[in-house]
């Protein structure tokens, strides 16, 4: 079995979205002839945004973790000027923001690149070059965000030039859609933009979530780098989908279930509008159910529209209860943040909306991957910000009658987890053979 040194800062205690991806793929490639060991900072030393202890139930007993230290500076941000001031991932709430957090947020843009988690990158180096020549280790996998994470990758490709490094980017690098809000200077930007293009150059392969991300990556730097981008979307497991039981049949209202991390960028205002021009319309009232972290902004967008009395604000939730919750619903939500490059966001929540097989509402670029996804697995349907009659009359269809479930057609299958992780287990062996599947 080929041994693969798998490098993630986000792993179990720590909660969210980004965990999911790594996580599964450790589970699934023993099945490809592939045995990771994980490489990641210790949780007490970690600034992780969320926390989900019971994650750490699906890391299999036969799994070496290695855990190392790490300097993290928004833990001392978060001592000195208080947690609210310290920058986090989509700025939610940055509207509303006081000196202190725009101060702090200067100081991320400017001071810590290419992200907060820099710190982490020395204690991983040391920690990869001695299971490398322990191990004899020949491939490195590195996931990101942080993107500084990539840049243990550069640093074991000095020591070890022969060394193979797949890049795997969930997210874009120098043009996420937050990017303007980190108010980086033109010494910050050339910076940041020299390390991406070190990584994308330099790495022998690079893993991305969607069509759109390489293509932008290909546009950037050419049909050489291009050639060796391969896209391996998020996925859901199977495995998940069928711990949940069936909910129970639901009566009287029809729900509409966000889950996730909602940020003032992502601005669902034409739900809240569709949802003021239907009250007394539908034949089930509605109800609007936010489960995780959601800024005040969206909060008050709700009030603005006069719609608050049909939301509930319900604080993150456990994975299995995430899941509870989508099966709970009637219609699920999904919501692209605005701004640069949002055709190219895929958040992992989607995949997962179509494993448990609810229409979905998005709201975002009806021509970016998440809205060709929905398309082609025939599961929803993505509007515009402004689309509110339409939103609304879609709505209708299906709150005015007892329609539920919906069977997503046209090969929503191939985003399985372990079917994923067959394709990157293919990448990792390199260009000489594949493994066998278990």
């Given at each position: 079995m080929k041994r693969v040194l798998f490098i993630t800062y986000y792993w179990p205690p720590s909660g969210g979205a980004g965990v999911q991806r790594g996580l599964k793929f450790v589970k699934y490639l023993p099945a490809f002839g592939v045995e990771p060991i994980v490489l990641t900072v210790d949780p007490g030393q970690a600034s992780y945004p969320s926390l989900d202890a019971s994650l750490n139930a699906e890391v299999g007993a036969d799994v070496r973790v290695i855990r190392t230290r790490s300097f993290e500076p928004l833990r001392i941000l978060a001592a000195v000027a208080g947690k609210q001031a310290v920058p986090h991932a989509g700025f939610a709430g940055s509207r509303r923001e006081g000196l202190a957090q725009r101060a702090m947020r200067w100081?991320?843009?400017?001071?810590?690149?290419?992200?907060?988690?820099?710190?982490?990158?020395?204690?991983?180096?040391?920690?990869?070059?001695?299971?490398?020549?322990?191990?004899?280790?020949?491939?490195?996998?590195?996931?990101?965000?942080?993107?500084?994470?990539?840049?243990?990758?550069?640093?074991?490709?000095?020591?070890?030039?022969?060394?193979?490094?797949?890049?795997?980017?969930?997210?874009?690098?120098?043009?996420?859609?937050?990017?303007?809000?980190?108010?980086?200077?033109?010494?910050?930007?050339?910076?940041?933009?020299?390390?991406?293009?070190?990584?994308?150059?330099?790495?022998?392969?690079?893993?991305?979530?969607?069509?759109?991300?390489?293509?932008?990556?290909?546009?950037?730097?050419?049909?050489?780098?291009?050639?060796?981008?391969?896209?391996?979307?998020?996925?859901?497991?199977?495995?998940?989908?069928?711990?949940?039981?069936?909910?129970?049949?639901?009566?009287?209202?029809?729900?509409?279930?966000?889950?996730?991390?909602?940020?003032?960028?992502?601005?669902?205002?034409?739900?809240?509008?569709?949802?003021?021009?239907?009250?007394?319309?539908?034949?089930?009232?509605?109800?609007?159910?936010?489960v995780g972290s959601i800024a005040p902004e969206v909060k008050a967008l709700a009030r603005a529209e006069g719609v608050d009395d049909l939301c509930s604000w319900l604080p993150p939730v456990p994975h299995d209860e995430a899941l509870r919750e989508m099966t709970a619903a009637d219609m699920l939500l999904l919501v692209i943040p605005g701004g640069p490059g949002e055709e190219r966001i895929l958040t992992g929540k989607l995949f997962e909306y179509l494993a448990v097989r609810r229409p979905v509402l998005g709201i975002g670029p009806a021509g970016g991957d998440a809205g060709a996804i929905l398309a082609e697995c025939r599961a929803g349907r993505m509007f515009g910000r402004d689309e509110v009659d339409a939103v609304a009359a879609w709505i209708m269809g299906y709150a005015g009658t007892d329609a539920v479930a919906i069977r997503p057609g046209g090969g929503h299958e191939r985003f399985e987890r372990k079917v994923l992780t067959g394709e990157l287990a293919r990448l990792l062996v390199g260009p000489d053979g594949g493994p066998s599947a278990a």
């Open positions: 100081v991320r843009g400017n001071w810590m690149l290419p992200d907060a988690r820099r710190g982490w990158v020395k204690h991983a180096v040391e920690a990869a070059d001695r299971t490398i020549r322990e191990e004899g280790i020949d491939t490195i996998l590195i996931s990101s965000p942080p993107h500084s994470s990539q840049l243990i990758g550069l640093a074991l490709k000095r020591r070890f030039p022969g060394l193979r490094w797949i890049a795997d980017l969930r997210d874009p690098w120098t043009d996420i859609y937050f990017a303007k809000e980190l108010m980086k200077g033109p010494r910050a930007e050339r910076r940041d933009a020299a390390w991406e293009a070190r990584v994308l150059q330099e790495a022998d392969a690079v893993v991305v979530v969607g069509p759109s991300m390489k293509a932008a990556f290909a546009k950037r730097y050419g049909a050489e780098v291009e050639r060796r981008i391969a896209v391996i979307p998020n996925g859901y497991d199977q495995a998940d989908i069928a711990r949940i039981p069936p909910a129970p049949a639901r009566v009287g209202t029809f729900r509409i279930t966000y889950v996730g991390t909602m940020a003032g960028s992502y601005d669902p205002r034409v739900l809240f509008a569709a949802a003021r021009r239907m009250r007394g319309a539908a034949t089930r009232p509605l109800e609007l159910r936010f």
